[in-house]
């Protein structure tokens, strides 16, 4: 019998020749009231990026702050996606949205820098993007403001990948 356990190798050693980031956004303590006191546990938000346009989030809970760290680590590295990158910057605007969070990101010309609040700066130096502009609205909970930052990035589209899709050229659709 033949079995194909070439996926599994595949899996474990595709993050090896890419070097990822990892950051810690947020931090949280929470406790919890039981009969014999107060219980502590502690989560952690997390992010993981190549620098090259790949980047992931993810959560992470346990009773030790090292080891909620490493749980969130591990989820991002589960669900990192590719970005669409134009230069260090992003093809066009966009808002993201998740939850009460938006961010609104608009592109920037080079020299500008990362101007961008703390959760989003962690997904956006992560991601490699080196000059964008970016704001915060309506929620400032790190959660939904990473998530709300990765959906916007999911749904950015450049020209060629437009006109892919409407069966044209990039010279068509630019106009």
Same mark, same amino acid.
């Given at each position: ?49 190549? !620098?090259? #346009?790949?980047?992931?989030? %993810?959560?992470?809970? &346990? ?5 909620? +760290? /490493? ?39 080079? !020299?500008? #820098?990362?101007?961008?609040? %703390?959760?989003?700066? &962690? ?5 490699? +993007? /080196? ?45």
């Amino acid at each position: 019998m033949a079995y194909n356990n070439d996926r599994r190798d595949n899996r474990r050693n595709r993050d090896e020749g890419n070097e990822l980031t990892e950051k810690v956004v947020s931090l949280n303590r929470v406790s919890k009231t039981v009969k014999g006191g107060r219980v502590m546990k502690f989560s952690a938000l997390c992010v993981v990026g190549d !620098g090259k #346009g790949r980047v992931g989030y %993810g959560l992470g809970k &346990a009773s030790e702050v090292s080891e909620a +760290i /490493r749980k969130g680590l591990e989820d991002a590295k589960k669900h990192i996606v590719t970005i669409t990158m134009q230069g260090t910057t992003i093809p066009h605007e966009v808002m993201g949205e998740f939850g009460a969070g938006r961010v609104w990101m608009m592109p920037a010309p080079e !020299g500008t #820098g990362v101007l961008a609040g %703390g959760a989003v700066r &962690a997904v956006m130096e992560a991601a490699g +993007i /080196r000059n964008i502009r970016a704001k915060c609205l309506r929620s400032n909970n790190p959660q939904n403001v990473v998530a709300a930052t990765m959906a916007g990035l999911m749904s950015l589209r450049n020209a060629e990948q437009v006109a892919a899709y409407r069966g044209k050229t990039a010279e068509e659709v630019i106009g």
